[in-house]
Every structure is written in C-alpha cells, then in structure tokens.
C-alpha cells in the first residue's frame, strides 16, 4: 500500500508558476515510477512528467521546456515546477505511484487543482 497526498494547487494567472509536491506513505526506493497526471474537464486523464527510480524523465509534448518534474527518494517526494502556465493547463493534477513489486499496481493520490486563469 502507498498513499500520496499532493499539495501546492491553486489559482495563477497566465504566464506564472507553480509548485505541485506528492509525498508518499513508504519509501520512494521502492517505487518504480512517480509521475503526474492531469484531467481537465469533458476530457481524458493524460500523462504529463514521469521520473523513474533511476531519473529517467518523460514529459507531454504539450509541457515540455515548461515543466521539470524532479523525485527525492530520501524525502520519499515527488514535485512538478510548472512554468509559463496556460489556460489549458487548468486541470486537476494527480500524483501515481507505479510499482512492479510483489504485483504491478498504480496508486493515486487525491488530485489537486490548478487553475490558469487568462
């Protein structure tokens, strides 16, 4: 079992940043993948950064140059900077936890949101 709790959603206006932070329940060597996700309304969820236990980094198209996800396994944490924020960037944001031992399995925190208004 992992929780995750998010923080650092909020209202920004376009052009600003902000800070998302997920703090898991065990330890962050551990866990395979940490990544964030986001669904905006009427829409998918989609992937936008991941980071692998080894920091292998991967980001949307979309969000690339503008958002740097970043893991401290001593800290168990997981924090996405996002910079030069857009309007379509206004979704809830969900931390995940991937893990390939004893079972595959994704955990998801809560979600937060993040509100870019124009």
């Known amino acids: 079992q992992v929780q995750l709790v998010e923080s650092g959603g909020g209202l920004v206006q376009a052009g600003g940043s902000l800070r998302l932070s997920c703090a898991a329940s065990?330890?962050?060597?551990?866990?395979?993948?940490m990544a964030w996700y986001r669904q905006a309304p009427g829409k998918q969820r989609e992937l936008v950064a991941g980071?692998?236990?080894?920091?292998?980094?991967n980001y949307a198209d979309s969000v690339k140059g503008r958002f740097t996800i970043s893991r401290d396994n001593a800290k168990n944490t997981v924090t996405l900077q996002m910079n030069s924020l857009k309007p379509e960037d206004t979704a809830v944001y969900y931390c995940?936890?991937?893990?390939?031992?004893?079972?595959?399995?994704?955990?998801w925190g809560q979600g937060t949101q993040v509100t870019v208004s124009s």
């Open positions: 995940n936890a991937f893990l390939l031992s004893p079972v595959p399995y994704n955990y």
């Open positions: 065990r330890s962050a060597f551990s866990i395979n993948t």
């Open positions: 980071i692998t236990s080894g920091g292998s980094r």
